[in-house]
Structure formats: C-alpha cells, structure tokens
C-alpha cells in the first residue's frame, strides 16, 4: 500500500528529514474515514539530542545576523507557502479532517500572514536609549532568549507551527517544535519550507511524539523557553515543569468563553457570531463561545433562526468544497463530544439540534444546540473541544456580565449589541484577553491573541509577542567619574 501524502521521514532535523524506526511507532489517521495516511515514529532520546545540539549550534550565528536577513528569510518563506497553500490545505484537511473550504483560507494562509508580519518587524526590533540625570544614560539592548520549545495542540497544526516559529526566529532564536501526536504532518512542511527559503540548517526542526517527547524537551537546561498551546491540564503540568528551570514561558490553554448577545442586537450577524464561534472547525476552537448567553427578549427568535442557519450546514467529504461542516479530529475526541452531549440531556438542557452521530465512515458528530441551560450545568462548565453551543439566558446586563465572567477560564469573550457604550463597558468588565465586538473568533495577526486567569500566560501574534521571544540588557552608561565612599 503507498501513502501518497506520506512524508519523507518522521522528524526534520538540522535541515533535513531523519528517521528513527525504534521510536514508538505513531499511525496518522484521516478523520474523515478512520484510514491510515502515514507509519511515523515517535522521536528517541537520540532524535530530540540532535535536535537540541543542532539548534543551540545554529543560534548565535543567526541572532548575529542583522533583523533585516532573518527578516527576508521569514517573508520568502511566507510567499513560498502562499505559492503552494492548495497542496498545504489538502495536507492540513488530510491531518485535521477540517474542511478544504476552511484550509484553504484559514491555516497556511494565516501560517504565511505570521511569517510575513514578523519577516517585516524582524529588522525593526530595538532597544530604547533612556537619557539620565547628569549626562548619564542608560540603553536597552533586545537579545534573543536562546532555544525555544514549541508545542502544538490538534486543530490548527500549520497555524500554530508558524505563530511560534516567526516571531522566535525573527528575535534570533532557534526551535524545535513538537506538533500533536494526532496531526504530525503539516509542521515538517512548515520546517521543509523554512530552509528552502534560506533558514540556516538546525534553526526549526521538527520531532514527533505526545507527551513523553514534550517533557525532555520542557526540562532540558539547554531549552530558554517554552511556549505550548493544549488543554489547561497540561498547561499546568508543562508551566510547573518550566518554572523548575527558571524558564520563559507562553502557555495558550483552554476556555469556555462567553457571548453576550442583547435584544437590541442584529439577529442575524449574531447568530453569525454564535455559528463561527461554535461550529467553525467542527467547534475545535479554543476561544470558542460555548456559553451562549442571549437576552430574554430574543431568546426565541434567536433559537429560531439559529435552527434555519443550521440547515445550511454541508456535512461531508472535506475535500469537497462545498462541505462546510467535517469530522472531529479522532474517535477519542469525538467519543469525549458524545459524553458531553449525553450529560446535557441528562442534566436537564433542552436539546433543540444535532446530538447524534453521522452515518458515514469517520469521526463525524451533528453540529448540537442545547437550550435552557443554566450556569450549574457540567456543559456550562467544562470546555467540551467539539460542536456543541450552550444557549443560556438573561435579563440585565449586569447579570450577563456576572455570569460570563463566572469561570476559571478568561481566553475570549464577545458582545452583540447596537449600543456602542454597552458594547465597550461589557469589554472592560470581561475577564478576558481577547475580545469581540458584533464578530466573534476573528485572530489577525496584528492582533495580540491569548487568554487571563487559567486559560493562560503571555501573548502570540502582534507586536506583544516580541516580548514573549526576547529579553532586555540593560546598560548603565556613566559620563563622569564613578565615585565611592572611600
Ligand atoms: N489558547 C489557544 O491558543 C489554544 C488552545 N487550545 C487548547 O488545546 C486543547 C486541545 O488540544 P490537545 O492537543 O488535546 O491538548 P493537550 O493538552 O492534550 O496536548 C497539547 C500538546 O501538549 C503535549 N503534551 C502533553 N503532555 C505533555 C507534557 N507532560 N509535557 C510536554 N508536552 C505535553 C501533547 O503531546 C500536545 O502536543 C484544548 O484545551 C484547547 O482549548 C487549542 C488551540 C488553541
């Protein structure tokens, strides 16, 4: 049998492909029929010491380069990826699941947006000069953090390879990153690309594995910093880990985000709002609004339209562009949505579409709207990962308010609502790091994306994530003699 989208081998490493056959073997499937696509191997202690050897030799010569070299690099990478973004949607659709219709416009292309944008910013990146008291001064020097760890959760691979490649390189750093165990594919063309447009040998690589891989790498002393995106668990697990070494970290976790749509609001840019924020990538979102919460006032007529629009939903073959609706990213993940869906019914929420299972091959489950659900429901509670939107409802806005903010969670939060003044004070009083106003799930790369309380440390994307890749020298500068007191 050949696997047409098989890669060359397992890991990229040093600027090129290196297998590993005693690694645990790690079967990629195709969530779309449940069929094997790719044999790869998890990374050995072999693997990620070449890996860190490669990357810790590479760095300093590239963090001497100038910002605008590494720069150039990282935007003919960028073009490159927007040359080949068909062939790198399939690839993405092959490893997700996710539909053609949404790769095509949502992964590469966002992957090349990053690298683009930190390509422009990388020769701009620049201390201050801060003058003193008595002709003294004082300047600022930005220096890369060194080796930079990647960790990548399931449901945008490409995306979040690049969004922590392009800023970590253009401060002048190396990575190695380590993409979920369930989408290993997209990230070795990601590192594939990176050096056919110029990057030094050793600067990204890529090792496959789960959590028995990421560990080593977050614990090694020769790692500076650590950025994952995944559940809050592991969050926890990997940030205590980190801190052990004193480690710089970006942790981008889970949530259970609200949205707030009022009676004033346009019904239907609202259930826009709701349907991108739920069923968008089979509602593998982590700033998914789930706990929708919608004034009495509209409550029917929101539930009524919502119904309509759930009609338009296209569920099939994801290679096919007109599906818009795909399959969940694994028998696991899909078998954890129909857990939550039976609890749901169980607690009592009135299930008002979807529920059930596809009747075709893969991991495919209806897109699910519960109503009447309340603040004390698991639903209401825990981030479920799948196409399942939670309608609640409220009176005031000061209840809303309340309510939404009721959560350990503080990734995203949105409003819907035509009074300008109530849409901005809900913003302020959100517990959020992300937020949306009459739109809900947009991710720009010029805009700082990441969440407070549990779901998160730290920025990715815009100028905010300079930070999180680079620290500051300071140099005190005399100008008379240094005196002393004897
Ligand atoms: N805030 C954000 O930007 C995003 C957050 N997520 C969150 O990710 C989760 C879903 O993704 P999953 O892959 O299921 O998350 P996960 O937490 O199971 O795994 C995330 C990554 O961590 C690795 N890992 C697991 N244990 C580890 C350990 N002890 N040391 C080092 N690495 C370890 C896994 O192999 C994987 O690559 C959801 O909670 C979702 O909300 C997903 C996308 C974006």
């Not at 094997?36 to 070449?50: D, G, K, M």
Request: net charge negative.
């Amino acid at each position: 049998m050949t696997y047409p989208l098989h890669p060359e081998a397992s890991h990229f490493v040093n600027g090129r492909y290196l297998e590993d056959t005693t690694g645990t073997p790690l079967d990629v499937i195709y969530p779309a029929t449940g069929e094997v696509i790719a044999h790869l191997f998890e990374a050995t202690p072999a693997v990620i010491e070449q890996a860190i050897t490669s990357a810790r030799a590479a760095q300093k010569d590239w963090a001497a380069r100038s910002g605008t070299e590494r720069g150039r690099i990282l935007r003919r990478a960028a073009d490159i990826i927007r040359d080949r973004n068909h062939d790198l949607s399939v690839l993405e659709t092959h490893d997700t699941g996710k539909p053609l219709q949404e790769t095509l416009v949502a992964d590469a292309t966002s992957g090349a947006d990053a690298l683009e944008y930190y390509g422009g910013l990388a020769a701009s990146l620049t201390g201050d000069h801060i003058p003193l008291g008595d002709g003294n001064w004082a300047y600022t020097i930005r220096e890369a953090l060194g080796l930079c760890v990647g960790i990548g959760a399931w449901n945008y691979p490409t995306q979040i390879a690049c969004w922590k490649a392009a800023p970590a390189l253009a401060c002048g750093n190396a990575m190695i990153f380590k993409p979920s165990e369930t989408t290993p594919l997209s990230a070795l063309k990601v590192a594939e690309i990176l050096v056919e447009a110029g990057l030094p040998a050793g600067l990204f690589n890529v090792v496959q594995g789960a959590g028995s891989v990421g560990a080593p790498l977050v614990t090694d002393p020769r790692v500076d910093k650590v950025s994952l995106t995944g559940s809050v668990p592991t969050g926890r697990k990997v940030y205590a880990a980190a801190a052990a070494g004193m480690k710089h970290v970006t942790m981008e976790l889970g949530g259970k985000s609200p949205m707030v749509v009022f009676d004033d609001a346009d019904l239907d840019s609202a259930v826009s709002g709701a349907i991108n924020g739920n069923f968008y990538s089979s509602g593998q979102v982590c700033s998914n609004g789930t706990r929708v919460f919608v004034q009495n006032g509209i409550k029917e007529a929101f539930l009524a339209r919502l119904a309509e629009r759930l009609r338009g939903a296209i569920i099939g073959d994801p290679l096919d562009q007109a599906t818009n609706f795909g399959p969940m990213v694994s028998a696991g993940q899909l078998g954890i949505v129909e857990r939550y869906i039976a609890k749901g019914i169980e607690e009592g929420a009135r299930l008002v579409a979807g529920g059930k299972r596809v009747d075709r091959d893969g991991f495919y489950i209806e897109p699910t709207v519960f109503a009447d659900v309340t603040d004390d429901m698991i639903i209401a509670q825990e981030e479920i990962f799948g196409p399942v939107m939670c309608v609640l409802d409220f009176d005031d806005e000061a209840e809303a308010l309340a309510r939404a903010n009721d959560t350990e969670f503080g990734l995203a939060a949105g409003v819907f609502t035509a009074d300008l003044t109530r849409a901005h004070r809900m913003v302020q009083g959100f517990e959020a790091g992300t937020c949306f106003i009459n739109s809900y799930n947009d991710a720009p790369v010029e805009m700082p994306f990441g969440g407070v309380k549990m779901s998160g440390v730290g920025r990715e994307n815009a100028k905010a994530a300079i930070d999180h890749y680079s620290q500051l020298k300071s140099v005190f500068v005399r100008m008379d003699a240094c005196e002393a007191a004897f």
